[in-house]
């Protein structure tokens, strides 16, 4: 009988005690990961940093913000609580101490300090699987701008006046004649138009033709939705590695999504490839980058593709915010808008006399486009970094290798710390205004700091300054009513912007 019963009883206990071993061990994994989260909240190295114990323990609450689109007022309400550097998840911190965060996090470094570097997680490879400046790593980076340099020069940019003026001739054109048929004027599409056709005139030696036909055209459509898509489905991404799978390996390789993706970067390779086949007329930036691209150290073709597609992202949307922003905080306060529309009609008779070196010296334009970029930055959220290995200091504080790090833009220019007034547009606290003399004007870092500031800065000034002052001088702009809440947006990586309407009576000059 007992030979009978021991299989029976074996086949019994075996599995029980497998299940006893599994509950058992799945108890002491739950066990440990949530004294590891306990530990990590508490008594970790990122403990001894300040913000909402929500977000200490999970990613939940940034997600929540970066889906529904509120960096914009989340973080700066988080730093005035909080303080300059803020803990808003188990591993991220965000910083807003002005020009000493963003010397920390991405300015110059000497040889041998702990640099942070890109967030490969925020910073995509393009589609054809090649670094463009941005992505490259730091050896790959500095030869690619070392060749790319040289179409940004003063001196460069300079050559291509006459091709920057005869885009804000257009743009007047298509202005005058909106304002002569007593229509409502969207400004932020004209900027839009106008940015667009320039870049691609520089880019490719051709226009987009979008001032002409006053229409977004497929690839701006793309990039507009597309950017607000990808800072949803990254927020979505980030919380574990189940989302991550889905999102990254099931949905962005999906036949339809890549089709698209391919569809959009071979609108502007296809472009490069017309434009290496032949020598234009004029120079235009691929003049200059093509003169430095020879040699082994030169860009493959791979390279100029991505580039080109990183100009039209980089070199457009960004300036036409600046500009629309600029333009509504103008139209906000009459005493300015009243300011700069003397200085400009005193100082320039006509649209010929408005030049690149003589725009450069009007101080009020100046500083009413640096208090535009402050109040309305056009990339206001964070551009993330990791701490590297070894781990760094961050405002007197040591932070541990792998934590994600960034300096976020309005926490920064709207705070009370760096800026009297900061909710307000004063043009004159970049003027010398005694009232402002407490302001601490270097924590403006809408360009970015260090190795890897914008390459395009000098051409976003240029065309900052030449195409407010062609608006200013031949028209007088008149807010309308239903703009007056315009810079109650959303914030996805960018500003998810509305239009701009606004009454434009021309002047004579």
Request: charged share 20%; hydrophobic share 35%; with cysteine.
């Amino acid at each position: 009988m007992s030979n009978i019963d021991l299989p029976a009883t074996k086949g019994y206990l075996l599995p029980t005690n497998a299940l006893g071993i599994t509950i058992a061990f799945n108890c002491l994994a739950l066990l440990y990961y949530a004294g590891q989260t306990v530990y990590a909240v508490y008594f970790g190295p990122l403990a001894k940093f300040p913000g909402p114990p929500l977000r200490a323990w999970t990613k939940l609450p940034q997600i929540w913000t970066m889906i529904h689109g509120d960096d914009n007022t989340v973080y700066p309400a988080l730093h005035e609580r909080y303080g300059p550097v803020v803990r808003i998840t188990p591993n991220t911190l965000s910083l807003a101490g002005g020009a000493q965060s963003w010397q920390e996090v991405y300015g110059f470094k000497k040889h041998g300090q702990p640099k942070p570097f890109k967030s490969p997680v925020f910073y995509a490879k393009p589609m054809n699987g090649v670094d463009s400046l941005v992505n490259a790593d730091d050896a790959g980076h500095s030869r690619q701008r070392k060749i790319l340099s040289h179409a940004f020069s003063d001196r460069a940019l300079k050559e291509q006046e006459p091709l920057l003026k005869r885009w804000s001739e257009k743009l007047l054109t298509k202005l005058t004649e909106s304002a002569e048929a007593g229509s409502q004027t969207d400004m932020l599409k004209y900027y839009n138009c106008t940015t667009f056709d320039i870049m691609g005139d520089l880019t490719f030696g051709e226009g987009l033709n979008m001032l002409d036909s006053f229409s977004y055209s497929p690839l701006v459509k793309a990039i507009f939705l597309g950017i607000k898509n990808a800072t949803i489905l990254r927020g979505i991404m980030s919380y574990n590695s189940l989302t991550k799978f889905l999102v990254g390996q099931v949905l962005f390789k999906s036949d339809a999504v890549r089709r698209k993706q391919w569809e959009n970067f071979n609108y502007s390779s296809e472009r490069v490839d017309r434009r290496l086949k032949h020598t234009p007329e004029r120079p235009d930036l691929w003049s200059k980058i093509l003169e430095k691209s020879e040699g082994p150290d030169g860009l493959s073709l791979g390279e100029h593709h991505s580039n080109a597609s990183l100009f039209m992202i980089a070199g457009t949307e960004t300036t036409a915010t600046a500009l629309s922003g600029t333009t509504y905080h103008l139209l906000r306060t009459p005493q300015t808008i009243s300011e700069l529309s003397t200085e400009i009609r005193t100082d320039f008779a006509s649209s010929d006399d408005l030049t690149l070196e003589a725009l450069a010296r009007q101080k009020y334009l100046m500083a009413v486009l640096q208090e535009g970029l402050r109040m309305y930055p056009p990339v206001p959220t964070t551009l993330p970094r990791v701490v590297p290995k070894g781990g760094m200091a961050l405002h007197g504080q040591w932070v541990p290798e792998g934590t994600v790090v960034g300096v976020n833009h309005m926490a920064v220019y709207r705070s009370k710390t760096h800026f009297k007034y900061p909710d307000e547009f004063h043009p004159e606290r970049w003027l010398g205004d005694p009232e402002f003399s407490n302001d601490h004007l270097d924590a403006l870092e809408v360009f970015s700091t260090g190795p890897r500031n914008c390459l395009g800065k000098n051409l976003a000034w240029h065309e900052m300054r030449l195409l407010l002052a062609t608006v200013v001088l031949h028209f007088d702009l008149k807010l309308c009513e239903e703009s007056n809440d315009w810079s109650d947006q959303k914030v996805y990586t960018l500003w998810e912007k509305k239009p701009l309407w606004c009454t434009l009576t021309p002047v004579k000059t």
